[in-house]
């Protein structure tokens, strides 16, 4: 049986099991500027993926503030285009809303009229000029809307659930949220990802960060077994993992502490581990 799971934007909230006769609640269709209507959610068997989010003002969403300060970009982990940044904080806040407004609908309007044979090509283009598009505070109104919209319409397309790309982007949302463990509980119900590496570096990661690291450990077992490629990052990722193990027990030792199995560790992005 497959599992439903519940994100509530920028900090996801407590898990919340929906079922077949729930209507799915969405921040999205008109509240989401040169958006169309959200697609119904996909029926995976007897669950429901409902993405929700917290309330935003519509002067929030129909009208960003948009800060010319090149500082005040959010940076990525590889990098804005240099050429794209220049050309966004270079003009005034009425010629940019104005560009932003006009590629942003282009991008609506080449999902909704897309018929080829991967469609996901378009939605990653369009996260990805998102992200360079929008200072730090985008990432909540702008990036995972996003996210959250991409997952939920391309979950009925079988050939994706072990495509790099989308798996990248459910990581993405994961690590938008303030709980993700039920969205990799869900990807792991659902069959999503799990021959790639990335799925059990970042599920575990996140494990370790919670000092729940009897099941991190689990996890990385689990992906040698499932043959997760590329192996040898995987097998890496895994021996940097019982190091830290190791230099966390020799270190408890010294201090003549009790070592814990589990615990709550501070909140980090996964890309911090390690």
Not at 46 to 55: D, E, L, Y
Not at 86 to 97: H, I, L, P
Not at 156 to 178: F, N, Q
């Amino acid at each position: 049986r497959r599992r439903s799971v519940q994100c509530a934007s920028v900090g996801l909230a407590s898990f919340v099991r929906s079922s077949r006769k729930q209507s799915i609640p969405s921040f999205f269709g008109g509240g989401y500027p040169g958006e169309p209507p959200a697609r119904g959610a996909p029926d995976l068997g007897n669950a429901r993926v409902t993405p929700q989010r917290k309330s935003q003002s519509s002067a929030t969403m129909s009208d960003p503030t948009w800060d010319t300060s090149k500082e005040n970009f959010q940076p990525l982990k590889r990098g804005r285009d240099a050429k794209m940044l220049d050309q966004v904080t270079s003009m005034d806040n009425g010629e940019r809303a104005t560009k932003i407004k006009e590629e942003r609908s282009a991008f609506w309007n080449a999902i909704a009229t897309y018929d080829g044979d991967d469609p996901l090509e378009v939605w990653v283009r369009f996260i990805k000029w998102t992200e360079q598009t929008f200072t730090s505070g985008g990432r909540e109104t702008e990036v995972l809307p996003l996210l959250e919209r991409c997952t939920r319409e391309l979950q009925e397309v079988p050939r994706y659930r072990d495509d790099v790309r989308y798996l990248r982007i459910w990581v993405k949302y994961a690590d938008c949220c303030k709980e993700p463990h039920d969205i990799f509980k869900f990807l792991q119900a659902n069959d999503v990802g799990q021959r790639h590496t990335l799925f059990y570096e970042a599920y575990a990661a996140f494990l370790e960060i919670r000092g729940a690291f009897k099941q991190a450990g689990e996890v990385y077992d689990r992906g040698i077994l499932m043959r997760a490629e590329p192996t040898q990052r995987l097998k890496d990722k895994l021996a940097q993992f019982q190091h830290r193990m190791m230099k966390r027990k020799q270190r408890k030792m010294e201090e003549g502490g009790a070592l814990e199995e589990e615990g709550e560790g501070e909140t980090r992005r996964f890309g911090e581990v390690g």
